[in-house]
């Protein structure tokens, strides 16, 4: 079992940076690769980024490519999210996911690409 939380979502201005986390309990966090998603209201829960277990495989969104940039800290157990110029059609709340894989898993764009979930996080840009 892999326990993942959350955390630096927030209400921002369109054009702000923010930095997501999401932190990894249980098992050996480099067993995983790992994935950022959002869901807006109404909407289905969107891929945005994958990170294979090292960090040097990385894969976005093209409505993300360019602004989104995501990272892991093996030490930490962590992954993250770097959010540039944020839009307020970047609203969600954001949820990050974790695969136990070794590099890069078929369906790693799909939710049901991924085993574990966090409970997610809001972020709301405003115009």
């Known amino acids: 079992q892999v326990q993942l939380v959350e955390s630096g979502g927030g209400l921002v201005q369109a054009g702000d940076s923010l930095r997501l986390s999401c932190v990894a309990s249980g098992r050996t966090f480099s067993s995983y690769a790992m994935g950022w998603f959002r869901q807006a209201p109404g909407k289905e829960r969107d891929f945005l980024a994958f990170?294979?277990?090292?960090?040097?495989?990385?894969y976005y969104a093209d409505s993300v490519k360019g602004r989104f940039t995501i990272s892991r800290d093996n030490a930490k157990n962590t992954v993250y999210l770097q959010m540039n110029s944020l839009k307020p059609e970047d609203t969600a709340v954001y949820y990050c996911?974790?695969?136990?894989?070794?590099?890069?898993?078929?369906?790693?764009?799909?939710?049901?690409?991924?085993?574990?979930w966090g409970q997610g996080t809001q972020v709301t840009v405003s115009s």
């Open positions: 996911a974790a695969v136990g894989a070794a590099n890069v898993p078929r369906g790693f764009q799909e939710r049901t690409g991924y085993d574990y």
């Open positions: 990170i294979n277990w090292s960090g040097y495989i990385a």
